[in-house]
């Protein structure tokens, strides 16, 4: 009996191994991909510009699905500990991501601007695109979506606040006093978040919350297949997913930087390309929620991935800035910050009443088919 026992107990591991993997197939497959980049990586960048795009184009791709898996596990790891801590787990999660690919781009990348338009278009996907469609989505299916309308106005005026300090101020600051202005920025980055972090998980957290009906409560809990597994195999695997990603980062710098090289695209094209593959999780996620009639979850991912972007992309780059001795551009262009000044306004008018519809959702989007276009044009 102990001997068939120990048996079946083997079988049953050895299937929960076997099942483990079939889940991450790609999280494997990203692994596999960037092992194949390392050994080709010479050899591709010698065939031309077309196929190092390709190659690019696949790398991107592959990101993005092991972007997916990352916020999956963040996203099991959020059922599990509810609003706010959830959507935090989320915004950070796809936000490491992004500093990642950032760092190592940068390390390759001569353009000055790459940081200050990765975070102009982060807010652009966060707001305009994330937002707008999932309002626009979740409006069109169930009119009316409720929230609770303090977390709105909080993270409206906060990304206001980082934004004016990290990205318009900087126009006026002295080129020979550049590196005073930055460990300013720094300090008061941290600040905001340190105090931000401290009232959402705080005295205030009930700002970032709404009350379901206890049936949407219930089934919510049970949406997320895995989401009764331990929190250590989800912890485990987004930190492995964010060092694939970054294996793979390095690879898709060098391939892109060779394919658009004299190409004409626009500088811009890159920046795009680093705030759609942080993005691209955040949006299936942000959108699940507005389908299910849950806006609250929605604004928190949106907004929080806004706020979440400048005030702590800022002082990691602004750091690396200051360690290697070269500034970073991070004053916006008039388009730019006409853009960002749009948005902010429009938010601020749609998230003060705690319901959203579809209407509001499409006012977003359009600014972000807007910014898609401004973008094409090489503004």
């Known amino acids: 009996m102990t001997y068939i026992g120990r048996t079946n107990r083997d079988r049953s591991q050895g299937l929960s191994i076997a099942s483990r993997f079939k889940e991450e197939k790609f999280l494997i497959a990203a692994l596999v991909v960037a092992m194949s980049a390392y050994l080709l990586e010479h050899a591709v960048v010698e065939l031309g510009r077309g196929v190092a795009l390709l190659a690019a184009a696949a790398l991107v791709a592959t990101i993005v699905l092991a972007s997916i898996r990352v916020a999956h596990h963040a996203e099991l790891l959020a059922i599990k500990v509810g609003d706010p801590y959830g959507t935090m787990i989320l915004t950070l999660s796809a936000l490491a991501v992004e500093v990642i690919i950032l760092a190592i781009m940068m390390t390759g990348e001569n353009s000055p601007t790459l940081v200050r338009d990765t975070i102009y278009s982060a807010l652009m996907f966060d707001i305009n695109g994330i937002l707008g469609l999932a309002a626009l989505l979740g409006g069109l299916k169930h009119g009316e979506q409720p929230y609770n309308d303090n977390s709105g106005k909080t993270y409206g005026v906060m990304i206001l606040t980082a934004m004016g300090i990290s990205m318009v101020v900087p ?19 941290i600040t905001l978040y340190g105090l931000f972090l401290r009232m959402q998980v705080g005295q205030h957290s009930y700002f970032f919350s709404y009350s379901y009906p206890r049936s949407e409560r219930t089934k919510e809990g049970h949406d997320e297949q895995g989401a009764d597994g331990p929190a250590a195999v989800s912890i485990a695997t987004i930190l492995a997913g964010v060092v694939i990603i970054g294996l793979l980062a390095e690879f898709m710098s060098a391939f892109m930087t060779e394919g658009l090289r004299d190409s004409g695209a626009p500088i811009a094209v890159t920046a795009v390309v680093v705030a759609a593959i942080s993005a691209a999780p955040e949006i299936l996620t942000a959108l699940r929620a507005a389908l299910k009639n849950r806006m609250q979850a929605t604004v928190n991912i949106a907004m929080g991935a806004s706020l979440s972007t400048v005030i702590l992309t800022v002082p990691v780059m602004e750091a690396i800035a200051l360690y290697t001795g070269q500034p970073f551009i991070m004053a916006m262009t008039p388009v730019q910050t006409v853009m960002v000044a749009i948005t902010l306004i429009a938010a601020a008018i749609n998230l003060n009443d705690g319901e959203t519809n579809a209407i509001e959702g499409m006012t977003h989007f359009i600014l972000f088919a807007t910014f898609v276009m401004l973008t094409a044009l090489g503004l």
């Open 171 to 189: 126009e006026f600051v002295p080129s020979d006093k550049w590196h005073y202005y930055s460990a300013f920025t720094i300090v008061a980055m």
